[in-house]
């Protein structure tokens, strides 16, 4: 990765109602030449729920699209057809890039900022309104891509072609896919929750996940994220 990533694509977005409801949502990003890249995000693109969307801690989203042919492959129309460079809400589209190629903490040049990978997307019911799916998050998640969130470590300009360069690896054993398959697949494995939960560059709802799997030996309760208000019943 010495000669970067190229962007080639740079997307925010306006609030707009998601699906004919009353929910709003920002995920509808249209391209950019460029923006100025804040430790809140880029500057004009909103998010329609700022409790779990945007943020420090999830000021950039970056989504694979080598993943949309699998998925034009796997969904339904009309859902298929929506996926194209954009579909997920990212902020940076790319090729030849994945989870299993970024790792927790990695820092990357970009543009005139500087940004440090924190960790990987949580896919939210939201998801099911926008592909008109009613298990579309729960089928990203168990898919392990997910994309992935940026911190800002030095504001600046970024501009559609600049390339994400990589600067630090602090954590070479750490790509995004094991941390998703922490999450998702092999749950409950004490040791190394407890090393994801001494992980600095982690962000902090992440390790106090692993904190609390640990500590109660149980996993946490996905049904409201993925589902919302028509999670099914616990009963």
Same mark, same amino acid.
């Given at each position: ?136 998050? @729960? %089928? &990203? ?6 994309? $992935?969130?940026? *911190? ?6 970024? !501009? ?51 904190? @609390? %799997? &640990? ?6 309760? $996905?049904?409201? *994220? ?6 099914? !019943?616990?009963?």
């Amino acid at each position: 990765m010495t000669s970067g990533i190229v962007i080639r694509q740079l997307r925010i977005g306006s609030l707009t109602n998601l699906a004919n409801t009353d929910t709003l949502t920002g995920i509808h990003k249209q391209e950019t030449e460029s923006a100025h890249l804040g430790f809140n995000g880029l500057s004009n693109d909103q998010q329609g729920d700022r409790n779990h969307h945007g943020g420090p801690e999830k000021a950039l989203h970056h989504f694979a699209s080598d993943h949309y042919a699998r998925l034009r492959r796997e969904l339904p129309e009309p859902a298929a057809g929506h996926c194209q460079p954009g579909a997920f809400g990212e902020n940076l589209v790319t090729s030849g890039f994945s989870e299993t190629d970024v790792c927790v903490g990695d820092i990357f040049v970009l543009g005139e900022a500087i940004v440090q990978v924190s960790q990987p997307r949580q896919p939210c019911w939201r998801l099911n309104l926008r592909f008109g799916i009613p298990d579309m998050s @729960q %089928r &990203l998640q168990k898919s392990l891509r997910t994309g $992935w969130y940026y *911190r800002v470590l030095q504001p600046g300009d970024v !501009s559609q072609g600049d390339t994400l360069t990589l600067d630090q690896r602090p954590n070479p054993d750490w790509p995004l896919s094991r941390i998703l398959t922490m999450l998702y697949e092999t749950t409950l494995e004490n040791a190394v929750l407890a090393d994801m939960a001494e992980l600095k560059q982690l962000s902090p709802n992440l390790r106090n996940i692993a904190k @609390q %799997r &640990l500590a109660t030996q149980k996993v946490e309760n $996905w049904q409201g *994220r993925l589902f919302g208000s028509s999670a099914p !019943s616990a009963n």
